[in-house]
């Protein structure tokens, strides 16, 4: 279950290293991350099929310009449309844009965990309704 | 001038007045049954005319004998329709059966002119005329000539056509004529129908229209008056001098009239749906005596407060299950069961159950020793508002509405409420309902042990005062938002409040929250359009829809958006807070194992953080410039908004979080930018003490 392909696609350095610890510590190990200059200058096909979170403002490239071309290489990609800017303009170009979810920076640990979850849940084909996974143990608030 | 000549040329005269006055009679005969369509347009019979004509041609031709045949409408055949001279009727009809078998009739009826034939015996010439218009033939006219052919001139015979082309109109006019006259007599009584149906429908409609006024005017009435103590009573509590006992009761009334309220209000909706047919039975296999129980549950302890007897009087052998609709029976057996408390001052309060095996009914009966109702009350006690009489809704409440929705439920449940009653003789009601087919196995002799446990049952789970988390109340109106903070001041619960569904959406992405209190109506995006949006970005958190529609379906329509439960207002502050429970328990929010995972000590995460505070570090000096430009300022600005957060900065992160938008919206932005830079020299400051810090909220 933790060998789904991630990659993280963002411009700020901090960003990537954050989520990249995030996704570690959530057991999974095969991430990627690379800079909008990255993608910008290369072709996508070294991508895996699997999540891809994606920043949207990004000075080399617009998040939403990738999401076709990451479309086109692997149909059932699942796109993580990320940012600090969450209009409901943003979210709505997002979810028509074909993205699998939305979440904002900065990065709460149960949403990355929560949307990791939709993408599982619409790949097994399980409907399972959302809230109602919650289980036992304790939330801690650090800091 | 010759004697002989003018004899001769007199003679001539005279013919020619002859022929003339001949002409002119022709003529009138053939013009005469142009009118005659009209004139005869009473009668029944289309072919009348040529009884008409038939003596004038025989004077004006000199015939011996004519007949007229007619093409029957139902089988095409020919039949003999008048003839002359009557006695000789036989002759006739032998004569044209011979003409047919020559073939002559046939003949006839082919050509437009007069065709002339020799008659069987030899005696007569015989003319026959095809009476027909363009469109069809109509009959056949056949004269009999006792003199030469040769007399017949070609201009006597063209009249003759002539005059029979105007008869086959005259006869198609009349049949027309008819058609219309019966299309328009139709049309007439349609018309009249419909005006009568209409006629009635209107003073239905009037009628129901006055009924629906006459119910309003109650129904505002019902409303007023306990708005009128509400409001009167919440007045009284501004009067800061009011005593304490004083401002209890106040309290209390503005409480138990606003439950009253609410009432009146619940028994209209199940009215209006009983009376439009909106509402659905669930008619299921279920206990007989649990419903019984559920109801004495409650009953039985109003009758002891009141120090009257109460039991129940099983007549056995009784269904252990019948098919019916659970709670719209035990709503049944409750609003008997209530009045009948309410009416009894002493005395007892009897429920009697028993079973109509032949009838598959079981018969319910409530018994009490209270005021009785006269023969006048009975009648209108299942009218809407009639409580007995006006004093008695003083002296003891109710909305006159129960016995009304429970008579229409128990005949929706296939039966009916019966009452036997006379002022204070105490009165008995009977409903009986359809209990589905029975079978000798399904009866039992005795109480089964399960259904006595079930009225012991606990009312309600109590709330729990220690909730935690972070709630996101997405709310349009100002007094709810204060209502559910009061509800909720006593926990530990932290709420963020927005007023429409798109703030909602926008805030349950940007922050972290454990649940979401949505509700449905609401300016800018409604509350289920947001539920649909956030789920659809992968939002999994728990939201609870609040909605004031009590129609049928409202919840399942939450569900089908994304919610995970589904409040009615006005909210009831135990269920409210059960609900919340069931999602934030006294020990916080539960959520996924995955969430107790702590970055702090993770070697990326700390790499990742002292990089940040190197780049906090390194934009310093241009956060304190006088001067970068505001695009500069926006973009440093979202930058941190979006990577502070993460390394347990919320407050700068914040910060930079309106900075940015403030300087997006053109607003000034100088004390911001001041507060930014503050608090990254604080954190620089901290920071360079203390190595440690967490993440991950």
């Known amino acids: 279950m933790k060998q789904t392909a991630i990659t993280v696609i963002d411009d700020d350095m901090s960003a990537r290293s954050l989520l990249t610890s995030i996704l570690r510590n959530l057991g999974y190990t095969d991430i990627r991350s690379l800079t909008d200059e990255d993608v910008a200058k290369s072709s996508l096909e070294s991508i895996k099929p699997g999540i891809v979170f994606l920043d949207i403002e990004m000075p080399a490239c617009n998040g939403f310009d990738l999401v076709p071309r990451l479309k086109l290489l692997h149909a059932d990609i699942f796109i993580v449309m990320v940012s600090a800017h969450t209009t409901m303009d943003n979210v709505r170009k997002a979810m028509e844009f074909g993205a699998g979810a939305f979440i904002a920076k900065p990065y709460a640990i149960g949403k990355v965990h929560d949307v990791i979850e939709k993408y599982r849940v619409a790949n097994a084909g399980v409907a399972v309704n959302p809230g109602s996974a919650r289980k036992e143990g304790g939330f801690q608030e650090a800091g | 001038m010759q004697p002989a000549r003018i004899t001769e040329l007199e003679k001539h005269v005279r013919e020619l007045e002859y022929q003339r006055g001949w002409f002119i009679e022709a003529l009138e005969i053939g013009a005469g049954l142009v009118d005659k369509g009209a004139s005869q347009r009473d009668s029944c019979d289309p072919f009348a005319v040529l009884r008409e004509i038939g003596p004038r041609l025989r004077e004006l031709f000199g015939y011996s004998m004519y007949a007229f045949l007619r093409v029957d409408e139902q089988d095409h055949d020919f039949k003999l329709y008048d003839s002359f001279p009557g006695n000789e009727r036989g002759t006739i009809e032998r004569e044209i059966d011979h003409q047919i078998e020559r073939g002559a009739v046939a003949w006839a009826l082919s050509q437009s002119r007069p065709v002339l034939a020799r008659t069987a015996d030899g005696r007569y010439t015989l003319v026959m005329q095809v009476i027909a218009t363009h469109a069809r033939i ?45 299309q328009n007599l139709d049309l007439e009584r349609i018309v009249e129908e419909r005006t009568r149906a209409l006629d009635q429908a209107r003073a239905d409609a009037e009628a129901a229209n006055e009924a629906k006024s006459r119910f309003l005017a109650n129904m505002s009435h019902e409303i007023r008056t306990p708005l009128t103590s509400i409001i009167g009573f919440a007045d009284m509590l501004h009067d800061e001098s009011l005593p304490d006992a004083r401002r209890r009761e106040a309290v209390a009334t503005i409480f138990s009239t606003g439950r009253h309220l609410l009432e009146i209000i619940n028994d209209i909706l199940d009215l209006s749906k009983l009376n439009s047919n909106r509402l659905q039975l ?26 009257l007897a109460f039991s129940v009087d099983y007549r056995f052998p009784l269904p252990r299950k019948i098919e019916t609709d659970p709670t719209r029976l035990a709503q049944i057996l409750l609003n008997l069961c209530s009045n009948a408390v309410k009416f009894t001052e002493f005395g007892s309060v009897r ?30 006690l299942f009218k809407p508002f009639t409580q007995a009489d006006a004093s008695t809704t003083r002296m003891y409440g109710g909305t006159g509405l129960g016995l009304i929705i429970s008579k229409q439920l128990a005949e929706r449940l296939g039966g009916n409420i019966t009452v036997e009653s006379a002022p204070d003789e105490g009165s008995r009601f009977t409903v009986t309902v359809d209990c589905g087919s029975l079978d000798a196995g399904d009866m039992v002799d005795a109480v089964p042990a399960r259904a006595e446990s079930v009225a012991a049952a606990p009312a309600g789970a109590s709330a729990a005062p220690g909730m935690r988390g972070r709630v996101l109340l997405a709310e349009d109106d100002p007094n709810i938002r204060r209502l559910i903070a009061l509800y909720l001041r006593d926990t530990e619960i932290e709420i963020v409040e927005v007023d429409n569904g798109r703030d909602a959406v ?25 539920v649909e949006w956030l789920r659809k970005t992968g939002f999994a958190r728990p939201v609870i829809a609040l909605s004031a529609s009590a129609l ?20 009831d502050r135990a269920e409210f807070l059960a609900t919340l429970g069931r999602y934030l328990g006294a020990c916080g929010p539960v959520r996924p194992a995955a969430c107790g995972i702590s970055l702090v000590d993770d070697p990326v995460y700390q790499q990742a953080r002292a990089e940040f505070l190197e780049f906090l570090r390194h934009t310093l000096p241009e956060w304190e410039a006088s001067d970068i430009g505001r695009e500069k300022t926006r973009a440093m600005a979202h930058r941190l908004k979006g990577a502070a957060g993460g390394f347990g900065w919320r407050a700068l992160g914040e910060l930079a979080g309106k900075l940015e938008s403030a300087i997006i919206d053109g607003r000034p932005d100088g004390s911001l930018r001041v507060s930014v830079t503050q608090a990254i020299r604080d954190i620089l400051a901290t920071a360079s003490g203390d190595g440690r810090r967490g993440a991950g909220q």
């Open chain 2, 138 to 182: 109509r009959g056949l006219y056949l004269g009999f000539l006792d003199r030469d052919v040769s007399e017949l001139r070609d201009a006597l015979l063209q009249v003759l056509s002539m005059i029979m082309a105007n008869a086959a109109n005259a006869i198609e006019n009349h049949q027309l004529y008819r058609y219309i006259h019966d």
């Open chain 2, 282 to 307: 669930e008619i299921v296999r279920t206990s007989l005596f649990d419903i019984v129980a559920r109801v004495t549950s409650v009953i039985e302890m109003h009758a002891r407060q009141k120090g």
């Open chain 2, 351 to 380: 429920i009697e159950v028993s079973c109509d095996v032949g009838i598959s009914k079981v018969v319910i009966s409530v018994v009490d020793t209270g005021i009785g109702l006269s023969q006048e009350q009975r009648l209108r």
């Open chain 2, 506 to 530: 926008e805030q349950a992405i940007a922050g972290d929250y454990d649940l979401m209190l949505t509700d449905l109506q609401m300016p800018v995006m409604g509350g289920l359009e947001a």
């Open chain 2, 552 to 571: 049928e379906g409202e919840r399942n329509r939450c569900v089908a958006a994304g919610c995970n439960d589904f409040l009615t207002k006005p909210l």
